[in-house]
């Protein structure tokens, strides 16, 4: 089993450097899935109220705990808290329903999902995949009055402490903020955000915003780390029109050079600079490369080589919406 390094976060948890994402993994075949990659040796798990697969991810969890094959302590699970429940008491209650859809007594670790409210959708009928609109995906849902002081502040009430016993999250953060929103978080968070989790690739390196956020203790973890390819399948045109990282001459020599999948080059190119890593495939080869990409060390003329092919392309974006939310402007 591949020996995958931590990192201890400001709330004195360890997180694996290397973990699972769940995002877009069907539900009919996720409890399977994620059974099978605990194992392979998986030990972190990358979810989020959108991603409806919850409660599928935790069965896959039970079985594996109740084989003997991992304890509870023994995992780490990451969820997200939606944009529609931003408010202080929908926020509380989706966590809740989100614990519950895990079913493993606790979550490790619950991020605000975007640094954007928007109107609050009940949750009885909100059971599909949401993204920015209604179920029949013609209307943009509104944005809501709702400060991020707020949304942190709800977070902070679900954390288990010794004044907080009901608590039932270990670590809290956030996802897709910038620099300017983690400087104000930081001016009034009572308890110190663990993580900030981006977009992050070759061609969207945002140096800046990682070198922010790790100078003030919080640990960086990137999805899409091999960029276009996670958006094909959506239909995203910018992917499309991209080259595929795996095909450009700087990791293929350096594959070569290892001997190691192309994958792997652009995890390691990650976990090597200290960010977390949440790749996700089906392929059982694939998932065992994917965890063992700290296996090997390239050197830091290398790594800047990678960097150097920052186009500051990003593919998640809702600025291609009827009207558009630009978040990352």
């Known amino acids: 089993m591949a020996n995958v390094p931590s990192i201890k976060l400001a709330s004195g948890y360890e997180m694996p450097v290397v973990g699972f994402g769940i995002w877009k993994v069907p539900r009919e075949s996720c409890a ?94 909100l059971r599909w995949p949401c993204f920015w609109s209604d179920k029949e995906q013609t209307k943009v849902t509104p944005l809501a009055k709702v400060p991020i002081s707020e949304t942190w502040g709800a977070l902070e009430d679900l954390v288990k402490t010794p004044q907080n016993q009901d608590g039932f999250v270990r670590s809290i953060g956030v996802s897709n903020f910038h620099t300017q929103l983690l400087y104000d978080l930081l001016s009034y968070a009572k308890i110190q955000p663990s993580v900030l989790q981006i977009e992050h690739h070759p061609y969207l390196t945002q140096p800046e915003l990682i070198a922010m956020a790790q100078e ?20 995203n045109v910018t992917a499309k029109n991209a080259t595929p990282l795996f095909e450009t001459s700087v990791v293929k020599s350096l594959a070569e050079k290892y001997g190691k999948a192309p994958g792997q080059i652009l995890l390691r190119w990650c976990t090597q600079r200290n960010i977390i890593v949440i790749p996700k495939s089906n392929n059982v080869d694939r998932l065992k490369q994917n965890l063992e990409c700290c296996s090997f ?32 402007t």
């Open 297 to 328: 060390d390239m050197t830091e003329t290398e790594l800047k080589q990678i960097s150097e092919l920052n186009l500051g392309l990003r593919f998640n974006s809702p600025n291609t919406l009827q009207r558009p939310i630009r978040i990352f």
């Open 216 to 235: 003030n203790n919080i640990a960086v973890t990137g999805y899409s780390t091999f960029g276009p390819q996670s958006f094909l399948e959506l239909g």
């Open 32 to 125: 399977d899935t994620v059974y099978n990659a605990i194992k392979l040796g998986y030990r972190h798990f990358d979810g989020a109220w959108d991603y409806t697969n919850s409660a599928e991810a935790g069965q896959g969890c039970r079985r594996a705990i109740d084989e003997g094959l991992v304890k509870r302590e023994d995992l780490f699970i990451t969820s997200k808290l939606w944009n529609n429940y931003h408010k202080r008491e929908h926020a509380l209650q989706q966590a809740k329903l989100e614990n519950e859809a895990w079913g493993l007594g606790y979550l490790d670790l619950f991020l605000i999902h975007f640094p954007i409210a928007l109107e609050f959708i009940p949750f009885e009928t």
